[in-house]
């Protein structure tokens, strides 16, 4: 594998990459080879924040069909994307991550966390005993 950033002001290029090699299937009696790679960049241009984004590809080379299935279930390509806010609240604040999946076409799962975060403000440390954590799964039909 490799790696390259560059730093140009407040800007952070990011680039990788890995090669593996010899990697088992559940569905295939082939080893196979797969090339990671991903793309990135992070902004540092205010005060106590940084903000990025991630673009990764998992490539299989050779892949067959069947591999697609439930037993591996990895595709040809997969592509992965993460994005990233990180800040420093000094005066308090709140924080709200919250992801959702969908595990298949009628089938949706939602997980988050709410943080309220204390600080100097009198507001804010009045609140800060209110985080939350929250799941549910949804089935349409």
Known sequence: GSAFNLIEGSWLFKMEAAYLRDLRYNTSLDKKRRLDTLIG????????????????????????????????????????????????????????????????????????????????????QAIKDNDRVFADITYSF
């Open 41 to 124: 960049i992070e902004y540092m241009g205010f005060i106590d924040t940084t903000i990025s984004l991630d673009l990764a590809n998992r490539h299989i080379f050779e892949h067959e069909a069947q591999m697609s299935t439930s037993v591996d279930m990895v595709d040809k390509n997969e592509l992965q994307t993460a994005a990233r806010f990180t800040r420093s609240f000094e005066n308090g604040g709140f924080s709200r991550i919250w992801a959702e999946y969908e595990i298949m076409d009628a089938l949706q799962a939602n997980l988050g966390v709410v943080e309220y975060i204390g600080g100097d403000q009198a507001y804010m």
